[in-house]
């Protein structure tokens, strides 16, 4: 059993951070071996040339007698058993119950013990004879932000199930903690609502072989839960909401030449009672379908110019007496979605679009940096956390964007808190967001793409900045991690010329 | 049996051609679905909305009576085998025997007569409904480059055995012709000779799993001649051998600091006997266990900077009379090695670099063009034809590049011919080759970075150019193709927004 109140300490909060200690004192054997290294690089991390064989036969995951947490805990044993695999990889588990060896792992929660068995996994190697050895170590470890997230987009194209369960292992294995699902947008509506299956069934590109059904998305949240990931879903209006307006009459705004309507359409219509009502029941339904505090509600990239055509919002405008100002009418909308979710007691994150254009949006919001060159999104975080508004910064890691050569580099060198601004504007940084957006991707080429590129921001969300500035002493590191993850079956993408001990061998 | 002579013709020669004809005839039922298209465009195509329905139950390859090719021809056998479990994936054959319908396809050779059945795959779709159909159509095709190439790079990463295969397959697909092996390089050896086991035992990055054994050079060739794909090997010297180096004393020019060797080592030492001695030896060796008649002798970026340092070789350079003109040692090189694989009957490829340093290399060399941008490769090819010499393309196909974004219509809207020269220096022109240099691929994201993006290269050099000028056009088959790629098990990746009818499902 697992106390239920100590595994929500780890839902991340403006100030309070999760902490864990990691301790290990096995100890039997000399060594010439060195540790090659744990990504994302440990707080704190003192490690000898002792080593110490495990016998896989007799090596075991236990619960400290002092532990909160006690067998039937499912999480952490789920966990056990994953990581025991993990670390023996040419061993068939029959059973695991002889006791040899003294390690230990002391965790604030179960999310931390969960970030300290995969940093256990990685201290573990094998010699060239086969035999396993973890060298004598010492860890204390914390990350840096609390929210470390990775978005995927299933809109663009749809990816099976599958592809997301093994994207959120591979997640854990770099410590990223939040699974932002940007699961629908113009092009398809793969989402099945209970409420409204028409949104799928006329607006995913295959009303069977390309939606997510609700057992799907059970499926996405339980495993993210066992890997210690949040599901953050974003159902982003008005804009990107063509796919929307195939299954729900009346929800997309008219767009008119002259005088009469064009037959396309544009955002959500924000001047009838009926979008209020619609939106009112959708969130209420994803409110009990995701289970996590926080909702992305987009609010990106309104383009005004079918609002402008339309003879009913200019008269809406004009009744405001929001002028000509469009974006007025822009938040006006977004204020009411916000409400909406908020009455769901839900934390909203909306595009930093809706505070660039009104920055009455509500304080507990929270904000998402999309845009600009470092110059600008620096910019950004010091306006953003002066007005105290609590911040998440995506814009350096656009890992969609691909270049030859290593541009791993250029996430790796993000300094994310240096802007200007006191302290206390800096500890409103409460993350940053890995975006893999999918004009260019689906199930071929995801993997290869995200990994282990995402993983250089992994360690900048996760590490002490002094402690990994040099790029160039985290290059074997990342080297000898991406190994690790094809060794873990992850299709992950060489750095530069080399080799790994297991090459993937798959094809 | 086949006859083999009729097998042969289709060495790609400098004037002639294999054709073939792929004439439809089967008749059964109108229909209104239109054909999606074949990749490459075939020279010349007609269909009509009358469509037929196909009964995989019922559906069989057989020989025209009058083929000089009849059962027993081991490629086309095979082939059949193939291309009816490509045409109905659905579908598990136990026979094949139940005759109906009447379509022929009519080829000069085996090797045409593959093509056409890939042509013929392409055009079988399925309806709503599960139905086969094809339409009504007629064919008359033929390359327009002999030469159809891609080079994988297994030094800088190893690439196992099965991923070569499987991208065998794909090339095949998208009508390619030759596997231009460049099997080792500076990083790593291996190949594991015969003559000179030490090569790879201790040049390849590891002895025994990243070596391909004789068996294995054997498998991929047997596997690409029953796709018509010829296995060109490239063993490039004098550069690029750093690796050869740990297995075979005195073949690299020790480099010097002053008077005193450094420790390091340049290109092959061309001063010394022993040199030749040893590379007629393997080339010997290379010319046996590879049998196309083209071998490729590399010959690019030789660096002199360590050939100037080495007292040796400036001492030979004096004896000469080469002056201080270390091109025309290269020169000297270059020779002696086309003149060891002439000898062994083989016709030589060398990059450009050799023509550029020294015109007089033996007229039957094929130049393969590699640098450059479209306004400097135009011209070599020019000056490379005005002397007479065959060209192969490669410089507007480093595909190993890549950039966001659609960058397939680069390689599409190259046009190889559009250089100043006579019709008889175009004919010159045998063909060109998409590279994937290693350095940032390996059996991780090999597959998804080549396809589709080296199906644009392909319609280039299969297509007629003025068919196929729009590359708007092209996009809609491209997507089309790619699906159908998907479909058959290769991960290629997508071109833009958008969903295949069936998802490539592994993870």
Redesign the interface.
């Known amino acids: 059993m697992c106390n239920m109140e100590v595994m929500c300490i780890v839902s991340f909060g403006r100030y309070t951070r999760p902490k864990f200690n990691l301790v290990l004192l096995i100890i039997l054997q000399l060594s010439l071996h060195t540790v090659e290294g744990v990504w994302p690089l440990p707080q704190s991390f003192t490690s000898s040339t002792e080593r110490y064989p495990l016998n896989p036969k007799a090596f075991y995951f236990g619960y400290g007698r002092q532990s909160a947490a006690q067998q039937d805990c499912s999480v952490l044993d789920a966990a056990f058993k994953r990581y025991f695999s993990l670390i023996f990889p040419d061993y068939t588990s029959d059973n695991l119950s002889v006791s040899a060896g003294q390690a230990s792992l002391n965790a604030e929660t179960v999310w931390g013990a969960l970030r300290g068995l995969e940093t256990f996994s990685q201290l573990v190697y094998q010699d060239d004879f086969g035999t396993y050895f973890v060298n004598k170590t010492e860890i204390d470890d914390f990350p840096r932000f609390q929210f470390r997230g990775i978005l995927l987009d299933t809109s ?3 990816l ?1 199930v ?2 997301i ?2 994207t959120l292992d591979a997640m854990a294995y770099s410590k990223f903690n939040v699974f932002h699902w940007h699961i629908v947008d113009d ?2 509506f793969p989402y099945q609502s209970r409420t409204f299956p028409d949104l799928s069934s006329t607006g995913a ?2 009303p069977m ?2 939606i997510y059904t609700q057992s799907d998305v059970r499926r996405v949240i339980s495993h993210a839960r066992l890997w210690g990931i949040r599901v953050l879903p974003e159902f982003d209006s008005p804009g990107h909401t063509q796919s929307w307006g195939k299954g729900q009459s009346d929800l997309l705004t008219p767009c008119y030449r002259g005088s009469t309507p064009s037959g396309t359409f544009g955002p959500v219509n924000p001047v009838l009672p009926s979008t209020y009502q619609f939106m009112a029941r959708l969130f209420k339904e994803v409110s009990s379908v995701f289970p996590d505090s926080y909702i992305h509600l987009g609010g990106d990239e309104v383009d005004f110019s079918c609002w402008k055509s339309n003879p009913d919002v200019r008269a809406f405008m004009q009744k405001m007496g929001f002028g000509g100002d469009f974006t007025k009418l822009e938040a006006f909308y977004m204020e009411k979605i916000v409400n909406i979710t908020s009455a769901l007691k839900k934390t909203s994150i909306v595009w930093q679009d809706v505070f660039d254009y009104h920055e009455r949006i509500p304080k507990d919001t929270v904000l998402h940096i999309w845009k600009g060159t470092p110059a600008s999104y620096k910019e950004e975080l010091s306006r953003m956390t002066k007005a105290g508004m609590r911040v998440l910064l995506a814009a350096p890691w656009y890992i ?6 290593q541009d791993w580099r250029n996430y790796y060198t993000v300094q994310p808190l240096n802007f200007s601004g006191t302290e206390e504007q800096k500890k409103l940084v409460i993350g940053g967001e890995v975006c893999m957006w ?8 995801l ?3 995200l990994w282990p590129r995402a993983s250089a921001a992994a360690e900048r969300l996760w590490s002490d900045e002094k402690q990994t500035s040099s790029v160039d002493e985290a290059f074997p590191r990342l080297q000898d991690f991406r190994c690790k993850l ?1 060794r873990r079956g992850i ?9 790994c ?1 297991h ?5």
Do not use: M
């Open positions: 663009r194209h749809y099976p599958q592809a369960l093994k092009p398809s590109f295959h072989t390309h969609n964007h691909i270049a030859y050569g999918g004009e260019y991707v689906d199930a071929t080429n993997t290869p793409r094809v299709r992950a993408e060489p750095l530069h010329v080399g080799h001990k090459e993937y061998q798959g094809v």
